[in-house]
């Protein structure tokens, strides 16, 4: 769940839904918080044939200014992809883009493919956590990896959301254990 700047708005992308077996969706939410007499949810259909994220869960969706950031997740609950692209969300107009620099496609087997190199782009994650400070994304830890790896993160990094630049941060100091 993400709080627009007016925190009149909250927007829900994705999650885990219902269905037996439980899996990734892709269904985008809106919540008008405007009416202190009560809430109205509205479910924000996208455009035929729009752009739009691949269905995903353990991701996160992070606010900065207008701009909902949606960054990696996990993909099936049968067959797992992960993965470390990233989806604006303008929620003025509720469509969905990319920065050029990681603009990527989706192959007929549900994997999302980078179009080009995109330098220092951390490895696909999930079940991370994200920030937004000083026009950074700031991302940290989570597990994932490419293939079928599966490894512990205990990095962070940061994308400059006026450059679309990645960037490991280096820390110092006694780390928290990998999460």
């Known amino acids: 769940l993400c709080i627009s700047n ?9 999650g885990c839904d219902h269905r037996r077996p439980p899996g990734p969706n892709a269904e985008l939410y809106k919540l008008d918080m405007s009416d202190p007499s009560g809430f109205y949810w509205q479910k924000i259909e996208v455009a035929g044939g729009a752009a739009a994220p691949s269905a995903r869960w353990h991701h996160t969706a992070t606010m900065s200014g207008g701009t909902m950031i949606v960054f ?4 099936g609950s ?15 107009s509720d469509k969905w883009s990319q920065p050029a620099a990681g603009a990527c496609d989706v192959t007929a087997a549900g994997e999302v493919k980078l179009k080009r190199p995109w330098a220092n782009v951390p490895a696909p994650r999930g079940a991370h956590s994200a920030t937004v400070i000083e026009r950074r994304l700031l991302c940290f830890g989570g597990y994932g990896g490419a293939g079928f790896s599966r490894k512990d993160f205990n990095d962070l990094c940061a994308l400059h959301l006026d450059t679309w630049e990645w960037e490991e941060i280096e820390c110092f100091g006694d780390p928290p254990e990998p999460r």
């Open 72 to 75: 990696g997740g996990f993909s």
């Open 78 to 92: 049968k067959t797992y992809r992960y993965y470390n692209d990233v989806w604006l969300l303008d929620t003025a």
């Open 6 to 14: 007016e925190a009149s708005q909250a927007y829900m992308f994705g």
